[in-house]
């Protein structure tokens, strides 16, 4: 645990699920040719839960407190269940460099939340930073976005904000209820609980409708479930034990930046002006925070996160 201590480390950690999460894109928005929005999500989560199951079984990490289980449930509600039934749902409407870009507007929400309810203080080169990345995603976004007049994409949108603000929430509640726990157990029971959300989801909104499992649906399945929701939020809720909430989630705004690129890579989309200047503003915006963000220390040691009250 010595490396972890290392903030190259954290951010290596950072960069790695930024990278893994902003690649998913391409494969949640190709899986819809093959399954409806929810399917796929019952599918990606329940195998993301039975990876870190079995996870939880060899390494003998046992089951979380009686107690905690309610707040498992809550996390998994909000984290796994709304945000990606919302934003699967969402995606049948919005193109999927859009939709990345909609859902982290999370850091914007989170911030909010973190200085209103776990105290933490947001320092002027934070607040400049998370104001540079976003004013890069709403570049990204394309500034048009006000003057949609499609019935259907502003649905879609507003689900995705929706989905965004959820996970905000969820992030916040961790810190409240769950910190205590590790990491491991928190990822795999959410998601759990979670998942079965989804599963009650689509046997209501999807029962009967066609399903294709090939050799390409399997891996988009195996890839987001395994690496982008077991690995990767097993990651999160680390860091998020490690750093303070408003640097661990300004840094994810990276995920649509690396989402565009690899559309770009793989789907041959288009790459604007607009998208590579909100992108070097995001990166910009997230360097302002590192340099110019970082609390005074007193007597040479630095402030770690906040306390959150219980």
Known sequence: MRMLNNKWAVWGLMLLITVIWGYAWVFMKASLNFMGPFTFSAFRFGTGAATL???????????????????????GLL??????TFVMYGMQFVDAGKSSVLLYSMPLWSSLFAVKILGEKITSGKMLGLTVGMLGLVTILGWDIFFVQNAAVIFGE????????????????????????????VSAYQMLFGTAGIVI????????????LTGESIFYTLFTGV????LCFTVW?????MIDMITATLSTLLVPVFGLFFGWLILDEELTNSILLGSAMII??????????????????????SSVKR
């Open 79 to 84: 984290q796994t269940t709304i945000v990606f």
């Open 201 to 212: 989801a689509t046997l209501f909104a999807e029962w009967g409708e066609p399903l294709q």
């Open 227 to 230: 690496l982008a929701s077991a």
């Open 53 to 75: 199951l079995l996870a939880v079984w060899l390494v003998k990490a046992g089951k979380p407190p009686r107690n905690m289980w309610k707040h498992l449930i809550v996390v």
């Open 237 to 241: 809720f680390l860091i998020l034990s």
């Open 158 to 185: 507003v689900l995705i904000i929706i989905a965004a603000v959820a996970w905000a929430i969820s992030n916040v509640y961790y810190r409240v209820k769950l910190e205590g726990m590790t990491q491991l157990q």
């Open 284 to 305: 910009a915006g997230i360097a302002v925070a590192q340099v110019f963000g970082k609390e005074k220390t007193q007597q040479g040691v630095p402030e770690t996160k």
